[in-house]
């Protein structure tokens, strides 16, 4: 079973940045890409970005390419999701999972597990 803890979120005003972190619990963290999502009061979850097992490959929404950059440190399993220029309607719930593949996918079948969430609200 693999342990999922988000943390970084936090009440700003739009126009800043934060930086959301996720670590995981598994010895196998560099073999599996690993994503985030997010979802909206009153709306369902959303694919936000992906990187690969290897780091090199990242996949974006349309929303949030040239403001989001995922990373990740295998050292330290640990992946991240540095927000730039936030808006208002990034303001959700933020997810982070792990993949089933190494390569990035955005469809949330192809993610097993699942960390709780952390609350990012922007305010205007």
């Known amino acids: 079973q693999v342990q999922l803890v988000e943390s970084g979120g936090g009440l700003v005003q739009a126009g800043v940045s934060l930086r959301l972190s996720c670590a995981a619990s598994t010895r196998t963290f560099s073999d599996y890409a690993m994503g985030w999502f997010r979802q909206a009061p009153g709306k369902e979850r959303e694919f936000v970005a992906a990187?690969?097992?290897?780091?090199?490959?990242?996949r974006y929404v349309g929303s949030v390419k040239g403001r989001f950059t995922i990373s990740r440190d295998n050292a330290k399993n640990t992946v991240y999701l540095q927000m730039n220029s936030l808006k208002p309607e990034d303001t959700a719930i933020y997810y982070c999972?792990?993949?089933?593949?190494?390569?990035?996918?955005?469809?949330?079948?192809?993610?097993?597990?699942w960390g709780q969430g952390t609350q990012v609200t922007v305010s205007s």
């Open positions: 990187i690969s097992a290897s780091g090199v490959s990242t």
């Open positions: 999972a792990v993949s089933s593949y190494r390569t990035t996918y955005s469809t949330q079948s192809a993610y097993n597990y």
